[in-house]
């Protein structure tokens, strides 16, 4: 009788580290690890050891994986890495990340951790709604009638350059008052060390701190936020707005009151919820194994999976 695999390689590249893992039929997580992303290397370094890091996976697993998912960051579509500016790669084939011979799918890193969430966790049951990730960066999945929306060239969801403030301060991507500028959890600990003269101050300490300075700070992220979800929900009218990434767990100092300013905002509407993301830090390698096991050719799997996860620890 012929041995029918019981698992997939699901891994989730960052651009400062990787966390894989393999997962089984019944979405039990048999193995977690985590290795640095080697970009300083350049990107051939980045792609070898992506390559080892599922070689060892899979090593550890009982016969040949089911399949392959890998979530990596840039532009991407299913079967080609085409662009990373912090992983420095270009049109990088799936088939390049291994060697196993086994079927390999790639997605988005936001939208593979919002297709988990969709599945998996605070948005399970909703067909239309935003996964907004906020910690260094901030970008979004856009689930719409059930799957994430990529756009035409696959830059949906790039929430974080929505101008909130246009007169504001310029942004890395050459635009002025980006919501990215303000809200991200590094905007947030960079605006207080400016005004201040102190340096690397991270966020959670200007969210948890009394002084007038980090207030005026965390009152303009609240601002450039609220405005950022309010133009979302007037275009595309979402059943919640799931919040995550290491700024969430913030808690109520964040969504109190950019629940009350979405509310104001949206006077002639009702406010969709605001919702805490429920998988964590797992959401990249739970949506890569889904990934993994439709490579394989089990779509079907997923939603009845019951999951262990922990929360994102609050990034500067």
Same mark, same amino acid.
């Given at each position: 009788?012929? %041995?029918?695999?019981?698992?997939?390689?699901?891994?989730?590249? *960052?651009?400062?580290?990787?966390?894989? @893992? +393999? !997962? #089984? $039929?019944?979405?039990?997580?048999?193995?977690?690890?985590?290795?640095?992303?080697?970009?300083?290397?350049?990107?051939?370094?980045?792609?070898?050891?992506?390559?080892?890091?599922?070689? %060892?996976?899979?090593?550890?697993?009982?016969?040949?994986?089911? *399949?392959?998912?890998?979530?990596?960051? @840039? +532009? !991407? #579509? $299913?079967?080609?890495?085409?662009?990373?500016?912090?992983?420095?790669?270009?049109?990088?084939?799936?088939?390049?990340?291994?060697?196993?011979?086994?079927?390999?799918?790639?997605?988005?890193?936001?939208?593979?951790?919002?297709?988990?969430?969709?599945?998996?966790?605070?948005?399970?049951?909703?067909?239309?709604?935003?996964?907004?990730?906020?910690?260094?960066?901030?970008?979004?999945?856009?689930?719409?009638?059930?799957?994430?929306?990529?756009?035409?060239?696959?830059?949906?969801?790039?929430?974080?350059?929505?101008?909130?403030?246009?007169?504001?301060?310029?942004?890395?991507?050459?635009?002025?008052?980006?919501?990215?500028?303000?809200?991200?959890?590094?905007?947030?600990?960079?605006?207080?060390?400016?005004?201040?003269?102190?340096?690397?101050?991270?966020?959670?300490?200007?969210?948890?701190?009394?002084?007038?300075?980090?207030?005026?700070?965390?009152?303009?992220?609240?601002?450039?936020?609220?405005?950022?979800?309010?133009?979302?929900?007037?275009?595309?009218?979402?059943?919640?707005?799931?919040?995550?990434?290491?700024?969430?767990?913030?808690?109520?100092?964040?969504?109190?009151?950019?629940?009350?300013?979405?509310?104001?905002?949206?006077?002639?509407?009702?406010?969709?919820?605001?919702?805490?993301?429920?998988?964590?830090?797992?959401?990249?390698?739970?949506?890569?194994?889904?990934?993994?096991?439709?490579?394989?050719?089990?779509?079907?799997?997923?939603?009845?999976?019951?999951?262990?996860?922990?929360?994102?620890?609050?990034?500067?």
């Amino acid at each position: 009788m012929s %041995h029918t695999p019981a698992y997939v390689v699901a891994l989730d590249v *960052g651009g400062t580290s990787m966390k894989g @893992g +393999l !997962v #089984s $039929e019944n979405g039990a997580v048999l193995l977690s690890e985590r290795r640095p992303t080697p970009r300083t290397d350049g990107p051939e370094a980045v792609v070898a050891a992506i390559r080892d890091f599922i070689r %060892h996976l899979a090593e550890t697993g009982d016969g040949s994986p089911a *399949g392959v998912g890998l979530a990596v960051p @840039g +532009l !991407v #579509s $299913e079967d080609t890495a085409l662009y990373a500016a912090n992983l420095g790669w270009r049109d990088v084939p799936a088939k390049d990340f291994t060697d196993l011979g086994v079927p390999v799918v790639l997605g988005h890193d936001v939208r593979t951790g919002g297709l988990a969430e969709s599945v998996l966790g605070a948005g399970r049951g909703a067909s239309d709604f935003l996964f907004l990730p906020i910690g260094t960066g901030i970008a979004g999945a856009m689930i719409v009638n059930g799957a994430p929306y990529e756009g035409t060239a696959g830059w949906s969801g790039e929430i974080g350059h929505i101008p909130v403030f246009p007169d504001g301060e310029e942004c890395a991507c050459g635009q002025y008052g980006c919501l990215e500028t303000y809200a991200s959890a590094a905007s947030v600990g960079r605006r207080y060390s400016q005004r201040t003269g102190q340096e690397g101050v991270k966020a959670e300490q200007v969210v948890t701190s009394d002084d007038p300075i980090a207030i005026e700070v965390w009152d303009e992220a609240v601002e450039a936020l609220s405005l950022a979800l309010a133009t979302y929900t007037l275009l595309l009218d979402p059943a919640m707005i799931v919040l995550g990434g290491g700024l969430s767990q913030a808690g109520p100092a964040l969504f109190d009151p950019v629940r009350t300013r979405l509310v104001k905002r949206l006077s002639f509407r009702e406010a969709p919820p605001l919702l805490p993301a429920a998988l964590g830090v797992d959401a990249g390698m739970l949506g890569a194994a889904l990934l993994g096991w439709r490579a394989a050719g089990r779509p079907e799997l997923g939603p009845g999976w019951e999951v262990d996860v922990r929360a994102t620890p609050l990034v500067s």
